[in-house]
């Protein structure tokens, strides 16, 4: 069967880096998403990797690694504002998104 | 240009009673795809349109849930005799294509309550 994996929960201080891990098993693969969503609203795109390596923009960073099944988002120097669930979403040899249940972020002053 | 956008934003049914949940996606966008969200959870895929045609409908949860996109454009989620456990958000989503990197789009959800 297809299984994406990040953990359910993660705590960090203002100012500080956070990295969220997901891995993956499906059927094929055309890229990976991240999505960012603040409680009560919709997702909206963070990232897409799809070759090996690190996507940066801006203070968020995405990593893939094809062969482990493995990517993390990588959040710098964290804001209040940054508090939200983080999406994994695997695209898989149907083109079909594959979404772990999220991450929720909760940030420290 | 507009984004995706859903309508009703909320809705209170009582059990029994038929809803239809309206999604218009962004101008061009050829897929759609609708999702469900229970509270605190991920998303739960149910059906996508390519088109107005759906080639895969098995993420419909029972024989109540029916979904149909006309014109290639606006589509309605139809929940007939509605049961309290379809209380959720619904969440609908276009992209450009379905290939590699299309990325999805969301609309704001209708929050859907079933007393």
């Known amino acids: 069967g297809q299984n994406i994996d990040q953990p359910t929960e993660m705590t960090a201080t203002e100012g500080a880096i956070v990295q969220i891990n997901c891995t993956y098993q499906?059927?094929?693969?055309?890229?990976l998403f991240w999505y960012q969503q603040h409680a009560g609203e919709a997702p909206t795109f963070l990232s897409y990797?799809?070759l090996d390596g690190l996507e940066e923009k801006g203070r968020f960073s995405s990593f893939l690694s094809r062969s482990k099944g493995y990517s993390y988002l990588l959040l710098k120097e964290l804001q209040m504002k940054d508090s939200a669930s983080y999406l994994c979403?695997?695209?898989?040899?149907?083109?079909?998104?594959?979404w772990g249940a999220g991450t929720k972020l909760i940030i420290k002053p | 240009g507009a984004g995706v956008s859903q309508s009703p934003s909320n809705k209170v049914t009582e059990k029994g009673k038929d809803v239809e949940l309206r999604c218009d996606p962004i101008s061009g966008h050829t897929a759609l795809y609708w999702y469900r969200q229970s509270l605190g959870q991920g998303l739960e895929f149910l059906i996508y349109f390519q088109g107005n045609s759906a080639p895969d409908k098995s993420g419909l949860p029972s024989d109540r849930f029916s979904a149909e996109r006309t014109g290639g454009s606006v589509s309605t989620l139809t929940i007939q005799r509605t049961q309290q456990e379809d209380s959720a958000v619904y969440l609908c989503?276009?992209?450009?294509?379905?290939?590699?990197?299309?990325?999805?789009?969301f609309g704001p959800g209708t929050r859907l309550t079933v007393l």
């Open positions: 979403g695997v695209m898989d040899s149907n083109y079909q998104l594959i």
């Open positions: 990797n799809v």
């Open positions: 989503a276009s992209s450009l294509g379905q290939g590699p990197g299309d990325t999805q789009y």
């Open positions: 499906t059927s094929g693969f055309n890229g």
